[in-house]
């Protein structure tokens, strides 16, 4: 079992920048492929990066390629998505999860999803 608490969510002005968190716990996370999802009112929820359980991969949607960076620190047990020249369209509830791989997490095949954090973009 593992678990996914998100945290480093708020409200931003267009142009700013947001470093979200998430902490993970259970015994066996550091093997599985970590992603951040976003869900915007009325619409369903999206793949926005992926990272490897090395680290050494990371996997992007085209919307936020060049703007967000995925990393983690397995000895912290933490995942980061670091944003940067946010957009009001990059609205969203952003939630981390857990797959088996880079590819399933892609195609939203997640194993295991935290309960989001806000991220709110003014214009």
């Known amino acids: 079992q593992v678990q996914l608490v998100e945290a480093g969510g708020g409200l931003v002005q267009a142009g700013g920048s947001l470093r979200l968190f998430c902490a993970a716990s259970?015994?066996?996370?550091?093997?599985?492929?970590m992603g951040w999802f976003r869900q915007a009112p009325g619409e369903e929820r999206a793949f926005v990066a992926a990272?490897?359980?090395?680290?050494?991969?990371?996997y992007y949607a085209d919307s936020v390629k060049g703007r967000f960076t995925i990393s983690r620190d397995n000895a912290k047990n933490t995942v980061f998505l670091q944003m940067n020249s946010l957009k009001p369209e990059d609205t969203a509830v952003y939630h981390c999860?857990?797959?088996?791989?880079?590819?399933?997490?892609?195609?939203?095949?997640?194993?295991?999803w935290g309960q989001g954090t806000q991220v709110t973009v003014s214009s």
């Open positions: 999860a857990a797959g088996l791989g880079s590819w399933s997490l892609q195609n939203k095949l997640v194993q295991y």
């Open positions: 259970g015994r066996t996370w550091g093997r599985y492929a």
């Open positions: 990272i490897n359980w090395s680290g050494d991969s990371t």
